[in-house]
T-cell receptor, first 111, second 119 residues
Framework: AQRVTQPEKLLSVFKGAPVELKCNYS??????LFWYVQYSRQRLQLLLR??SRESIKGFTADLNKGETSFHLKKPFAQEEDSAMYYC?????????????FGKGTLLTVNP | EPEVTQTPSHQVTQMGQEVILRCVPI?????FYWYRQILGQKVEFLVS????????KSEIFDDQFSVERPDGSNFTLKIRSTKLEDSAMYFC?????????????????FGSGTQLSVL
């Protein structure tokens, strides 16, 4: 069965420090991975997806099929990065967005 | 940017009562979804809806749940007889899906959620 694991519930770093939010997945098919972010009092929104290989707000994430990981990284954290981050896996096939989410990591960036 | 809107933002109901959660997906989107998040737990898929019918549903989406697109703009989730364990944040979402034979825009847009409290 598909599973997404985010081992850290809470992560606290200082401004300017590097940050890595961990995500591991279990899926028998070809996975499609995403990071969603929820800022305080705002809706869930897509941060980035592995197929785009993009960098959004300085964040990057590389899909490592050998380690079944999709860790989110940023070299220099900013206070405005404080938010809840969810890793999600999309089930392959069609255009249906059935996502399996991890439990989320609350990132706090301290001044 | 267009948004998915959900009403109400909070709903309090008595156990056993019926509730209807409302959503207005983005106008040119073809796929509609409901997800929920029980406090402290992960966001869970409930159901997807395409072409006026359910395309997929999870084991959570039992006979107490139903979805409907009563007109060209609204998408509703009905819980027939609420239970205490139905208390959660319910998120509506929509995606553009396939358009003219190709995946037009691979992005899922979420509403801001309805917090349902069953007493």
């Amino acid at each position: 069965a598909q599973r997404v694991t985010q081992p850290e519930k809470l992560l606290s770093v200082f401004k300017g420090a590097p940050v890595e939010l961990k995500c591991n997945y279990s899926y028998s098919g070809s996975p499609e991975l995403f990071w969603y972010v929820q800022y305080s009092r705002q809706r869930l929104q897509l941060l980035l997806r592995h197929i785009s290989r993009e960098s959004i707000k300085g964040f990057t994430a590389d899909l490592n099929k050998g380690e079944t990981s999709f860790h989110l990284k940023k070299p220099f954290a900013q206070e405005e990065d404080s938010a809840m981050y969810y890793c999600a896996l999309r089930h392959s096939g069609g255009s249906n967005y059935k996502l399996t989410f991890g439990k989320g990591t609350l990132l706090t960036v301290n001044p | 940017e267009p948004e998915v809107t959900q009403t109400p933002s909070h709903q309090v109901t008595q156990m056993g009562q019926e509730v209807i959660l409302r959503c207005v997906p983005i106008s040119n989107h073809l796929y509609f979804y409901w997800y929920r998040q029980i406090l402290g737990q992960k966001v869970e898929f409930l159901v997807s809806f395409y072409n006026n019918e359910i395309s997929e549903k999870s084991e959570i989406f039992d006979d107490q749940f139903s979805v409907e697109r009563p007109d060209g703009s609204n998408f509703t989730l009905k819980i027939r007889s609420t239970k205490l364990e139905d208390s959660a944040m319910y998120f509506c979402a929509s995606s553009e899906g396939y358009f003219r034979g190709r995946l037009a825009n691979e992005k899922l847009f979420f509403g801001s959620g309805t917090q349902l409290s069953v007493l």
